[in-house]
């Protein structure tokens, strides 16, 4: 799989890596470019941090955020505050970081397998459609920084494993730190590299040793430092020792996505409590740890991963992700030829970049979850087809030998001279079958994407802006409208009209915002929102628009 060097192979390796990294940039430039529309979980990031820069502090709504980690909202608060444009400030984070996780992933990949590998690797992740143009469209836009965490801190293991530099456990710590800033799920790849660390120190026979409870000790070390703070301000605001507020809520979201009931998912995430508070804020969502969650009912919990376990493998078979097709490259990049010590510690570190995501499986299964496997994937599948490029090569030129004994050699390390020419030109084409599937696959995940998006919700925000005073509370489900206003946000909750309009008042909402989807299906209870000709007398139809999902109404809360 190496060939013989020139001297000036290093510059042109280098060369073809910025080139790489350009056409990312530009492919995710272009992406970030089409219509869109900022949605689901990605305004809650965007409005901490515009809160936390300008001054309001950690908070969404008033009351202090602790559901999502404060990394992205950091990077992406500071583009909103001065720009003013929440869509840029999450595109920005999204084009660079996105292209950027290119680094570290060529460079693992140049380890393990060599530099021409490293560079289709790079290729292919380059113009991956699961890792560009889905991003948009998954709701978060947090991804692409939690993958270059993940993945520069597993090129820094690699280099601790194989080093022994203490300074690299202590970075691999620090990295994973700011990766659980970006995510909460980062503790779970902070546990996965520990226990890979263990092994390969038990492995050496080095594990009863100082040295390696001092390395341990400053891989712990660093990623405490780096995530203390936040950890700190949960234990001020809630009283608890946790990681995270959101795990009890996500794990009741879980069987509503599993069943495929937006009712249900409504229920747990919008009543309202005893104290009249919308659940996503009460704090009875931190009366559950998640020993609790598994012991109320163990069957359940099972069933439940078992359940998401099926659906994984069929979703992650989607043609914008992983096919069928993929599957012999997959294989080939695996075991295309024997292991020795050194290749399987490679391996070992790939695996434990991909195992965490399967902590996933006792909540729910979207796709982007699983995303931090991607990069590792890609990595074997650019094997794969190196190999099979070797593959051919080498069958055309046996083909065309008078020896009928002529074999691929044993080793399968790298093709007979004269053959390597050959092999480039497979994986040319092999390649080029590949960037032309996913350009189409490119224009798909954008229609489709683009078809489900909610652009009543950005013109109702627009006018907003323009027609109702800076001070005024927008009462709606989706943030996402009260970011486009520029105006203040108070959630939606799911209540009787009576309940409904009483939480709107004790929150200081001036208008409220509602939707075909929300009345229809949701809370078809509040039906009557819907006939804007005749509404309830405390409030005033100010504008309606229409999408591709039905009207969206805007009402003003009469005094």
């Known amino acids: 799989m190496t060939s013989t060097a020139r001297p000036d192979a290093g510059q042109r390796e280098r060369l073809w890596l910025a080139l790489i990294v350009l056409g990312a940039l530009l492919l995710r430039a272009g992406l970030a470019s089409t219509p869109r529309v900022i949605r689901w979980d990605e305004p809650d990031y965007l409005r901490l941090g515009y ?12 009351a202090p955020e602790l559901h999502y980690t404060p990394l992205f909202p950091v990077l992406s608060g500071a583009i909103y505050a001065l720009t003013g444009n929440p869509e840029l400030a999450s595109d920005l984070w999204y084009v660079l970081l996105g292209a950027l996780l290119v680094l570290p992933v060529y460079a693992l990949a140049k380890r393990i397998y060599g530099p021409r590998v490293a560079l289709l690797s790079a290729l292919l992740l380059a113009f991956f459609p699961a ?89 712990l070390a660093a990623f405490l430092i780096v995530s203390s703070p936040y950890m700190l301000f949960l234990y001020r605001k809630t009283g608890a020792v946790m990681a ?29 409590d005893k104290n009249g508070e919308i659940l996503w804020w009460s704090d009875e969502r931190f009366q559950r740890s998640a020993l609790d969650l598994f012991t109320a009912d163990p069957a359940a919990f099972l069933l439940r991963t078992w359940r998401n376990l099926q659906r994984l493998a069929s979703d992650i078979l989607a043609p914008a992700y992983f ?26 570190l790939l695996w434990a970049g991909v195992l965490p995501v399967l902590a ?71 390649l080029t079958l590949v960037l032309a599937y996913w350009g189409w696959m490119h224009t798909k995940v954008v229609a489709q994407g683009q078809g489900d998006l909610n652009y009543a919700h950005k ?101």
């Open 51 to 62: 809160n936390l820069w300008t001054g309001l502090g950690y908070t969404i709504n008033g």
């Open 131 to 219: 890792l560009s143009s889905t991003v948009l469209y998954w709701g978060t836009m947090t991804e692409p920084l939690y993958l270059l965490l993940v993945y520069c801190a597993l090129w820094a293991l690699l280099n601790a494993l194989e080093r022994d530099r203490p300074r690299d456990y202590a970075l691999t710590g620090a990295l994973l730190g700011l990766a659980y800033l970006a995510r909460p799920e980062g503790l779970v790849w902070l546990g996965s590299l520990a226990a890979l660390i263990v092994l390969v120190r038990l492995a050496r026979r080095q594990l009863l040793r100082w040295n390696t409870f001092g390395r341990l000790g400053l891989y």
């Open 244 to 272: 995270t507020g959101k795990l009890s809520i996500t794990y009741d979201i879980g069987q509503a996505v599993l069943d495929r009931n937006p009712v249900q998912y409504d229920k747990v995430t919008a009543s309202l």
């Open 323 to 348: 096919p069928l097709f993929f599957g012999a490259p997959l294989i080939l990049g695996w075991l295309g030829t024997p292991w020795n010590r050194k290749r399987m510690l490679h391996e070992a």
């Open 360 to 430: 996933f499986l006792p909540f729910h299964i979207e796709i982007r979850f699983f995303s931090p496997a991607f990069p590792a994937l890609i990595i074997w599948i650019a094997a794969g087809l190196w190999r099979i490029g070797a593959w051919v090569a080498e069958t055309l030129r046996n083909w065309r030998s008078p020896d009928d004994r002529a074999t691929i050699p044993s080793s399968g390390s790298a093709p007979r001279p004269g053959s390597e020419g050959g092999q480039l030109v497979v994986v040319a084409l092999l």
């Open 459 to 559: 013109q109702a925000g627009y006018w907003l802006r323009e027609m109702v005073p800076v001070d005024a509370a927008i009462m709606s489900r989706d943030l996402a409208i009260s970011l486009y206003a520029e105006r203040g946000f108070v959630p939606s909750p799911r209540a009787d009209y009576a309940a409904y309009l009483d939480y709107a008042r004790r929150k200081g909402a001036d208008y409220l915002v509602v939707d075909e989807h929300e009345l229809r299906v949701l809370r078809p209870f509040l039906g009557a929102l819907l006939n804007d000709a005749n509404p309830p007398p405390e409030l005033e139809p100010v504008y309606g628009v229409r999408d591709q999902h039905g009207r969206t109404i805007i009402y003003r809360i009469k005094d």
